[in-house]
């Protein structure tokens, strides 16, 4: 087989040589499954189509990671042989009007997000938080929901926040059935904030300090190259 590759690959060039369907394979690949496809004797075809399984694999490991990736690496040389390969698969062979069959359209979400720093998930969170029954399940869940808005408020803005704006916007975006009672003291320090989320810069103007420790990092790199 490496042969009449070689002898194929040699006497052709690009402007003459058909479209290659699945190109994450290459040219080398389909060559192969034509080859397979016109051996005459079955159980060396299927012997010729195994070999190209294994290649196949051996090209994309990560494949290995994905549930029945020799089922689709199967599907993909049905698919390169245009469903002419008459070979004893392990696995069904698929049709090609399932496979040119155009997928169901995903409907796009509707509906306007309020604030659009919390995201919709959060106006969610806060329809489900809001419909807990019993009291004191509310008010811890309503302090969760809160600090997860304080969160979301630091990355989007790049900048820290008053705890009582976080209870007004939660009181809105729950149209007044989530409180936070002494939000100062029931939501999270905004340090303790941005440390648990590794540090963000809350000021794109930098300090002195921060000016001072780069330009001493700077000097570390040089004295390391001498």
């Known amino acids: 087989m490496a042969g009449h590759l070689h002898t194929l690959m040699k006497l052709t060039y690009n402007s003459s040589r058909p479209d290659i369907i699945i190109a994450e394979y290459g040219r080398g690949i389909h ?19 195994r070999a190209i399984i294994s290649t196949m694999g051996n090209l994309f490991p990560q494949l290995r990671d994905v549930e029945d990736y020799r089922h689709k690496l199967w599907d993909h040389l049905h698919v390169m042989s245009n469903f002419q390969l008459d070979v ?49 399940k509310r008010r811890q869940a309503s302090i969760g929901v809160a600090n997860l808005m304080k969160r979301s408020y630091v990355v989007w803005n790049q900048n820290s926040v008053k705890d009582e704006v976080i209870a007004n916007d939660l009181k ?24 648990q989320m590794g540090g963000v810069n809350t000021n794109s103007t930098p300090t002195n300090n921060q000016k001072r420790n780069k330009f001493s990092g700077r000097k570390g790199q040089f004295k390391k190259r001498k």
């Open 31 to 49: 060559l192969m499954v034509e080859h397979c496809a016109s051996i005459a004797d079955r159980e060396e075809r299927n012997r010729c189509a």
């Open 88 to 136: 004893d698969s392990p696995y069904p062979v698929p049709s090609q009007e399932s496979l040119a069959a155009k997928p169901r359209p995903v409907p796009y979400p509707k509906g306007n997000i309020k604030y659009g720093h919390y995201g919709k998930t959060v106006e969610l969170i806060i329809e489900e938080v809001a419909a807990i029954e019993d009291d004191e």
């Open 172 to 195: 809105k975006l729950s149209n007044g059935r989530l409180t936070v009672e002494n939000p100062e003291e029931a939501l999270t320090p905004t340090r303790d904030v941005i440390q």
